[in-house]
């Protein structure tokens, strides 16, 4: 199973973005190749004609579904709404977990892998344990700077490897992939289902009848394909593992403490709000 995680956002103070999200879209290896075609096949089709600039070449949704793309620009339009029908036909399942912007920036080092890299990896694992127990999940993340790129892989390792929850995940191949970007369609599925995925949450469509507004409409109606993936779990003692949940901003870790890696919990997260089926 390819796993193809990308983010919205970054849960630091001064990101942007109110509710940053990190989501996985989950492939089978079956299907990589005829979903990687169709949209090299859609791209050719509607933006063939079109000179994209360097940024644009890479494929991000703030280029492509940004207000300005989505109700002034007819091709780039036609590109995201030829993508989320296509991407609604094949079998993609979803996982992620909307953050609330921390106001003190969150501990990076190496020994540390953060809380909402381990909620997403404990709903890959159960996924991957209750539907394709005798498979791997192979972790794909986009490239960062190198610097960057070593202290995640580091922390990654050390989660993996030393702390309880991460020894007990049988069915993730412990060492991730880092990609570019501009290169891998299933780092851009994922970037641009948690875009839509952070608008959604960050303008409390959930239950909204969207009136006048032509663009939030859009990102609605993206956001429910992309909801429309997910799975839920049942932990067995009633409480629910939601697909997509919601982690408040205290539950970060802002520090190392002595044996922290070792002894990692997985906590409860808030749940996730589906939104209603019109």
């Not at 501990?107 to 997403?120: A, K, S, T, V």
């Not at 663009?215 to 993206?222: E, I, M, T």
């Amino acid at each position: 199973m390819l796993v193809f995680i990308d983010e919205s956002g970054h849960p630091r103070p001064g990101d942007p973005t109110k509710k940053p999200v990190l989501l996985a879209a989950c492939i089978k290896e079956s299907d990589a190749g005829r979903l990687f075609r169709s949209l090299f096949a859609l791209k050719r089709e509607v933006l063939g004609t079109m000179t994209l600039t360097r940024e644009e070449e890479e494929g991000k949704a703030k280029d492509f579904m940004n207000r300005h793309a989505i109700t002034k620009h007819v091709q780039k339009r036609a590109y995201a709404e030829g993508f989320f029908e296509m991407a609604n036909d094949f079998d993609i399942t979803v996982f992620a977990i909307v953050m609330e912007r921390p106001e003190k920036p969150p501990y990076e080092g190496p020994e540390l892998l953060q809380c909402h890299h381990r909620y997403l990896f404990d709903r890959v694992e159960r996924f991957m344990a209750e539907e394709h127990p005798d498979h791997m999940a192979l972790p794909i993340y986009d490239a960062l700077d190198p610097g960057t790129t070593r202290t995640f892989a580091a922390s990654f390792d050390s989660f993996m490897s030393k702390s309880a929850p991460g020894r007990a995940m049988k069915h993730i191949v412990p060492s991730p992939l880092f990609v570019d970007s501009a290169l891998t369609p299933g780092i851009q599925i994922a970037d641009r289902f948690a875009y839509v995925l952070r608008l959604y949450e960050e303008h409390h469509l959930q239950g909204k009848k969207i009136v006048g507004d032509p663009y939030l409409a859009v990102v609605n109606r993206f956001a429910k394909i992309v909801w429309g993936k997910t799975k839920s779990y049942d932990r067995g003692d009633g409480f629910t593992i939601h697909g997509i949940s919601r982690i408040a901003a205290t539950r970060f870790d802002y520090e190392l403490r002595p044996g922290m890696a070792a002894g990692l919990a997985i906590a409860d997260d808030e749940a996730g709000v589906e939104p209603p089926e019109e």
